[in-house]
């Protein structure tokens, strides 16, 4: 299959063309210097010059406190980008991916959203996700629109500035002798080699619609943090923090557990517990150590 990955060096990006490489497939690995989103014409340019059956659009502008000062930089990004690609694809009978998140969630459910679940985001990053899986899906027939969660890869993430949490959790047990990490914010941490591999699993179906797409089960941010220094043998004084205590600039959703339903019901859902997936990635970045 002819495949053309946006945000190709991405945290996400990057192990996306990885996994369908290695599947076989011919992949163009597009970068924000290859294509810009916000563009049509450049959007037009970049696809049709590589012609892909299969469009995973991995790129956005995702730093939330980024986002919500400039809401028309992630509406150009998030929203319209997403309406170029969609409409290139359309034209060309593609298949369309559009990555998007549990932040177009508010939070207040109890228990893990499925996609029936009425989307309602706190903030501008979810509201510009939300609408570009709506233009995704209104323009596009045949698309994927995938949300995933707390995200880590061997790949750093571009928005963030590199270090995933694991690996600033790593960092921060080396320099400090107490951590004290928030348990008020529930997620389900995915890895991204695994996200990969759900959407190359998506590529060779053809039940298009929205599906959730994380690890299975959750906890909170202090529980992965103990997970991480409790699989890698790190001895280092780790409290919970106290609510409050790290104020966030922009509101985020406390509770934004997924199930993956949609995916269990058409019997592709790849995801692993999370617990496993941290075993996974650790075991893959020794393995990139070497
Ligand atoms: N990271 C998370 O925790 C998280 C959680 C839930 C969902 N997601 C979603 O997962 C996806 C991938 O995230 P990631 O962590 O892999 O992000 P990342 O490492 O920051 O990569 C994003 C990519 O998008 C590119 N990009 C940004 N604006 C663009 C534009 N206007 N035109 C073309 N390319 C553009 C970036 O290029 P430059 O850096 O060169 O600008 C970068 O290559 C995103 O859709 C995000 O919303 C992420």
């Known amino acids: 299959m002819k495949v053309a990955v946006l945000g190709a060096n991405g945290q996400l990006g990057s192990d996306v063309c990885t996994t369908f490489r290695g599947n076989g497939d011919e992949v163009a690995a597009l970068t924000h210097a290859d294509i810009e989103l916000t563009s049509a014409a450049s959007v037009e340019a970049a696809l049709t010059g590589v012609n892909p059956e ?3 659009n991995a790129a956005a502008m995702h730093h939330v406190e ?17 309406k170029h690609v969609a409409e290139w694809a359309k034209s060309a009978g593609a298949t369309v991916a559009y990555v998007s998140t549990d932040y177009v969630f508010d939070g207040k459910k109890a228990s893990p959203y499925v996609e029936s679940d ?3 985001p706190l903030n ?7 609408a570009g899986e709506n233009y995704t899906a209104a323009v596009c027939p045949k698309h994927f629109i995938l949300r995933v969660s707390a995200i880590y ?3 750093p993430c571009r928005a963030k500035g590199g270090l995933n949490f694991v690996e600033l959790m790593l960092k921060l047990s080396r320099e400090r002798d107490k951590l004290r990490v928030v348990d008020d914010e529930i997620v389900s941490p995915t890895p991204t080699a695994q996200i990969a591999k759900q959407l190359l699993a998506l590529s060779r179906c053809n039940v298009y619609g929205l599906y959730h797409g994380t690890s299975e089960g959750s906890c909170s941010w202090y529980e992965f943090a103990r997970e991480i220094f409790q699989a890698t043998g790190t001895a280092v004084r780790l409290e919970k923090a106290e609510p409050g205590e790290f104020p966030a600039k922009v509101q985020r959703p406390s509770y934004s557990v997924l199930e993956n339903q949609g995916l269990k019901r058409i019997d592709q859902n790849v995801f692993k517990d999370w617990r496993q997936g941290l075993s996974d990635y650790l075991e893959a970045r020794t393995a990139a150590a070497v």
């Open 54 to 56: 299969f469009i995973v």
């Open 124 to 130: 501008a990053y979810g509201i510009t996700k939300l």
């Open 66 to 82: 980024k986002c919500e000062a400039d809401p028309m930089a992630a509406f150009a990004a998030n929203v319209v980008g997403a």
């Open 153 to 155: 890869g061997l790949n």
């Open 118 to 120: 009425a989307a309602s």
